[in-house]
């Protein structure tokens, strides 16, 4: 199946401070999000993003489907940004969504 | 507009025992995923239900069993509960058309005793 790995596996910023997280995988994909998962353990959609480049405030995501890579900016962090990052793909035949290991991102104040 | 909501949040069992999990899909969605999350690890693919039928299947035993209902609904049934079996169990929707965006809920957190 395919293989997805996500860079850096924990990453610690002071407030303010940018951030990119990189997401790898092994194979063609037709559905590509980020998600943030917080303390409770909800997994909340950052963006669905198979291709091109997308903005959320100060977030913002790019994925080079033919180099089979995605990277999701963070800018001018803050606390509540907290949390594990990750990155789910799903391959061109399958229903399901496979899951990168996650980056543990803690914003210290 | 509801998102994908799970019950029960928490709860432990014991060893042996059998769990069933419940969620409601988000409005307007048809298919409904469950994950299975360790402690530490990302969520892995359980198996998905659409029209009532199981569609695709992860690496689980046969002790993980699903049902979806009429109205999109869905269970996950474990039996003979092992202790490996404690970690999030995270339900996803989606809309099988456009198959673009899956929400997830917030998950029911097993422990097993």
């Known amino acids: 199946g395919i293989q997805v790995e996500q860079s850096p596996p924990d990453l610690i910023l002071q407030e303010g401070a940018n951030s990119t997280l990189r997401c790898n995988f092994s194979?063609?994909?037709?559905?590509l999000q980020w998600f943030h998962q917080n303390p409770w353990g909800q997994l909340i959609n950052l963006f669905y993003?198979?291709?091109g480049t997308k903005q959320n405030g100060r977030l913002s995501a790019t994925t080079v489907a033919t180099e089979r890579y995605s990277l999701l900016y963070i800018s001018s962090s803050q606390t509540t940004d907290s949390g594990v990052y990750f990155c789910?793909?799903?391959?061109?035949?399958?229903?399901?969504?496979?899951f990168g290991g996650g980056t543990r991102l803690m914003v210290k104040p | 507009d509801a998102g994908v909501t799970q019950s029960p949040t928490h709860l432990i069992k014991t060893r042996g025992q059998q769990v069933t999990l419940r969620c409601s899909p988000k409005?307007?969605?048809?298919?409904v995923s469950w994950y299975q999350q360790a402690l530490g690890q990302g969520p892995q693919f359980i198996f998905q239900?659409?029209?009532?039928?199981?569609?695709q299947r992860g690496n689980f035993p046969d002790r993980f069993s699903g049902h979806q209902f009429p109205n999109y609904s869905s269970e996950l049934n474990v039996n003979a509960l092992l202790l490996g079996d404690s970690a999030l169990y995270l339900c996803?929707?989606?809309?099988?058309?456009?198959?673009?965006?899956?929400?997830f809920g917030e998950g029911s957190w097993l422990t097993v005793v």
């Open positions: 409005s307007g969605h048809d298919t």
């Open positions: 194979d063609s994909v037709n559905n």
């Open positions: 789910a793909v799903k391959e061109n035949a399958g229903n399901m969504l496979t």
């Open positions: 239900y659409y029209e009532e039928e199981e569609r």
């Open positions: 996803a929707s989606s809309l099988r058309q456009s198959g673009n965006t899956i929400y």
């Open positions: 993003i198979p291709s």
